[in-house]
């Protein structure tokens, strides 16, 4: 068990939890500055704990920390983006490895309740819960491997793939055969790991596929490009 958290270390986590999961709920955009004061209204935090917060953001790789500027939403760059999903390969896969048929059961309610809640967003076509439900089953077999490590890296990567995903999807709403998370569980229920990474890379894959990774800067367009695209 780890040690138990000071007062000061459960405040910090509760402003970074509120910041990275507004990310990945896409209310927060790439590039978009984060104002110390603004989050102490926000969230009736001390600004030493929001300073605290952003500085283990920016150790993440989550936000930028630009002198006379302040913290600024990370805008990934392709490389990055390519690393990222490279990591996420490595990471699903060894906690695919790390569950068991027994974990699974252990976790069942969470796992009818999050694929409820995912297929739900879907048929609302509302963006940002699609987009956070879609994560959330990454994160919830995270959670079910039991390997604090591993999960607290997956967490990272998932933030860091909602900022690409706002940069890079080719759609304005995130296509998912969600068939295939069903899939996944459902290997992992009868034991099968070795078949049940495969459909993670598979997976894995489809969801690079979607994003529009080049060098290209998303935010390099000029304002007759992005205009004439307005009205495509």
């Not at 002198?67 to 695919?96: D, L, Y």
């Not at 694929?115 to 994160?139: M, N, P, W």
């Amino acid at each position: 068990m780890g040690a138990k958290q000071t007062p000061r270390q459960k405040e910090i986590a509760r402003i970074y939890e509120s910041l990275t999961m507004a990310i990945a709920q896409h209310k927060l955009r790439p590039g978009t500055r984060l104002i110390e004061a603004q989050i102490v209204d926000a969230l009736k935090a001390n600004r030493n704990h929001v300073q605290a917060a952003l500085q283990r953001m920016a150790l993440q790789h989550i936000v930028t920390i630009e002198p006379n500027v302040g913290a600024i939403v990370a805008q990934p760059s392709a490389t990055t983006a390519r690393e990222i999903f490279t990591a996420r390969h490595a990471i699903e896969s060894a906690i695919i490895a790390c569950i068991t048929p027994q974990k699974m059961t252990a976790f069942a309610v969470q796992l009818q309740q999050q694929q409820k809640e995912e297929h739900e967003a879907i048929h609302s076509q509302e963006r940002q819960r699609v987009v956070y439900q879609l994560g959330a089953f990454h994160l919830l077999l995270g959670k079910i491997a039991d390997n604090k490590v591993l999960e607290d890296i997956l967490n990272n990567l998932m933030v860091l793939s909602s900022l690409i995903v706002m940069l890079y999807q080719r759609n304005e709403m995130p296509v998912c055969q969600c068939d295939e998370h069903q899939h996944i569980i459902d290997e992992l229920i009868a034991g099968n790991t070795a078949k049940a990474q495969q459909l993670m890379r598979d997976h894995l894959i489809e969801l690079e596929q979607q994003l529009d990774i080049s060098e290209a800067s998303p935010y390099a367009m000029t304002l007759v490009q992005a205009l004439h695209k307005a009205e495509e």
